[in-house]
């Protein structure tokens, strides 16, 4: 017998696919129509996608990008969560960090890579801090505000128990400010591609970005859509194959 | 008052470590505003005091300074002891059950220093041995209720501290806390303070019975139980109707 739940979930699926079928085939028919090298259709762009995957050079080069985000992303969580922690947990902190996050916060992207690209040459380490240092307000921000929103009368309860520092972060804390954390993670991926392929475009030889300014000056746009489109699956595949049931897992016990 | 008595006098000691209570508030203020006025009282080693007095007159804020969850009151809350610490390890029911919610009913008890043993026992006990693997979020109000209960017992408390440990539960369930709480406390006597605002249930369990006025709380009598009440219904009749005249 297949359960309700089941059903529901089966059906959301298939609602789903046809969505990503229908906006496929929209595209190919407005790219048929326009008959424009510059408006390529859906079959233009995944036949160059594949062959650019068969030939080694789009998983290269998307390959490095890749790497490029994860360390960028695991700086930016891992400073912009300690921060946020600090912040939300003693005023002081708060107080003396506050204007320089807010600082942070504005600075446009394009700024910070350009001034750490001309500090510090262009290299990898620029790279990944320009990109780190793009996230990390919002991180931070995030998590101080999960941290001013946690229940005081379990932290209560855990120091009456004698709970300790590491159970009362452990069980008390991080489950509190999961929903902050899985927000931040969400949002930062989105943003932080975006931004290291900015990054690669102004001051790497290789990466997605890299490529898209070779196409760009070319003004091959079935390059550029096809190395655009394997970034965005492979974002949508973490999203799904990690985030979400991970999202799940951590609210099981929310489920009646 | 069906449940089975307690200690008949305070004095049961519990492994050569006499742990004492000594209050002497001469005033405590939150925002600006007096919550409790001069309350003055010691809780002795195996001693079991009902803290009485009309709802918002300050019970809670009593408990959260004996906890040393709040420490700016002028007077003194001291706890004293062999090799003391400021505050002894604690068995704490609070108003509202305080559990988390993303663990499971058997984690809450074992996070909160329980003995696995003694847990389960209470557990068993308190009829909630059949949901021990499952979230304390999906527990009724009352389960949670009785789940706090367990939890202040099954720790190796050196004091316990009820605020209002039998308030929503359904009158068997009151019952039966009762009686788990008066097993208890004959078992391990160890000094306690149960705020409650029945007196029917404070002539029941406890020792001494204290009285308080409406808030900003003063103490108006403290009045020791006497011995017989538990096994003599009239007499805890007799002795709520005296206790009431005496609040009036």
Redesign the interface.
């Known amino acids: 017998m297949v359960s309700r739940e089941a059903a529901d979930r089966g059906r959301a699926w298939l609602i789903r696919a046809l969505s990503v079928l229908v906006l496929l085939l929209a595209w190919e028919a407005a790219g048929r129509l326009a008959a424009s090298p510059l408006a390529p259709p859906a079959s233009t762009v995944l036949a160059v996608m594949a062959r650019e995957t068969a030939s080694g050079v789009l998983p290269h080069h998307v390959g490095i990008t890749l790497a490029r985000v994860a360390a960028s992303f695991l700086l930016a969580m891992g400073a912009g969560t300690a921060l946020g922690l600090a912040m939300g947990w003693w005023r002081t902190v708060d107080l003396w960090l506050d204007s320089a996050l807010l600082l942070l916060l504005n600075l446009p992207a394009l700024v910070l890579i350009v001034l750490l690209y001309v500090w510090f040459g262009l290299t990898e380490a620029a790279a990944i801090a320009a990109v780190a240092l793009n996230k990390l307000p919002t991180t931070a921000v995030t998590v101080r505000e999960g941290v001013r929103a946690l229940d005081a009368?379990?932290l209560?309860?855990g120091?009456?128990?004698?709970?300790g520092r590491a159970?009362t972060l452990r069980?008390?804390v991080l489950?509190q400010l999961l929903p902050y954390l899985f927000a931040a993670t969400r949002s930062g991926l989105a943003l932080i591609w975006k931004i290291v392929l900015v990054v690669e475009l102004l001051g790497r030889s290789d990466g997605v970005g890299f490529q898209i300014q070779v196409y760009f000056q070319l003004f091959d746009v079935a390059h550029i859509l096809a190395y655009a489109l394997a970034f965005i699956l492979i974002v949508q595949v973490i999203e799904w194959a990690a985030l979400q049931p991970l999202e799940r897992r951590a609210a099981?016990?929310?489920a009646? | 008052m069906g449940g089975p008595a307690t200690a008949g006098a305070p004095g049961g000691a519990v492994e050569g470590v006499v742990t004492r209570l000594i209050v002497d508030i001469r005033e405590k203020r939150l925002a600006g505003r007096p919550v409790l006025g001069s309350l003055a009282f010691s809780l002795d080693e195996g001693e079991v005091m009902a803290v009485v007095g009309p709802s918002g007159c300050g019970k809670s804020t009593l408990l959260r300074l004996v906890?040393g969850?709040d420490r700016g009151v002028t007077g003194t809350v001291r706890w004293s002891g062999e090799g003391a610490r400021p505050v002894p390890?604690?068995g704490?029911v609070?108003q509202?059950p305080?559990l988390?919610?993303?663990?499971t009913v058997r984690q809450n008890l074992a996070?909160?220093?329980a003995d696995p043993a003694e847990g389960e026992r209470l557990l068993e006990r308190l009829g909630l041995a059949a949901q021990a693997d499952v979230?304390?979020?999906?527990l009724s109000l009352g389960m949670a209720r009785r789940l706090a209960l367990a939890?202040a017992l099954a720790?190796d408390a050196q004091a316990l501290l009820l605020d209002e440990p039998f308030a929503s539960l359904d009158e068997g369930n009151q019952r039966l806390a009762r009686a788990v709480l008066a097993e208890q406390l004959l078992r391990r006597p160890v000094p306690t303070l149960l705020i409650t605002h029945d007196l029917m249930e404070a002539v029941a369990l406890a020792h001494r019975v204290l009285v308080l006025s409406p808030g900003p709380a003063r103490l108006l009598f403290d009045q020791a139980v006497p011995p017989g009440v538990r096994t003599d219904p009239a007499l805890a009749a007799a002795t709520v109707a005296a206790l009431r005249d005496l609040a009036r």
């Open positions: 009368e379990l209560e309860m120091r009456v128990f004698r709970y159970a069980h008390i489950p099981r016990w929310r009646s | 906890a969850l390890n604690l704490v609070f509202q305080r988390l919610p993303w663990r996070l909160a220093g979230w304390a979020s999906q939890r720790v």
